[in-house]
């Protein structure tokens, strides 16, 4: 079994930052490709940013500039640092990993989400 737990979530203010933790645990292999993803009120879940076990990453176009995002493969725990933060950014953040267990294919999880909320 495996765990995805962020953390770091929060109120802020607009032009604000927050650096969101997630944090895998469990019958860990090897992790491959790990993403943060949010899902705003009334809205589909969108994917924010991910990083391969390599460490290439891809940006949504709404947060190129804005956002980081890296892992520290040793530990099993992915960041997301985000700058000038908007009031559009407000969502439930998830953390996604697609993770080897040593127990057939890799097999993809999901963390409980955390609350990010940007005033104006």
């Known amino acids: 079994q495996v765990q995805l737990v962020e953390s770091g979530g929060g109120l802020v203010q607009a032009g604000g930052s927050l650096r969101l933790s997630c944090a895998a645990s469990?019958?860990?292999?090897?992790?491959?490709?790990m993403g943060w993803y949010r899902q705003a009120p009334g809205k589909q879940r969108e994917l924010v940013a991910a990083v391969t076990s390599g460490g290439s990453t891809n940006y949504a176009d709404s947060v190129k500039g804005r956002f980081t995002i890296s892992r520290d493969n040793a530990k099993n725990t992915m960041y997301l640092q985000m700058n000038s933060l908007k009031p559009e950014d407000t969502a439930v953040y998830y953390c996604?990993?697609?993770?080897?267990?040593?127990?057939?294919?890799?097999?993809?999880?999901w963390g409980q989400g955390t609350q990010v909320t940007v005033s104006s």
């Open positions: 996604n990993a697609d993770v080897l267990t040593g127990w057939g294919p890799s097999r993809n999880y």
């Open positions: 469990g019958s860990i292999f090897s992790i491959n490709a």
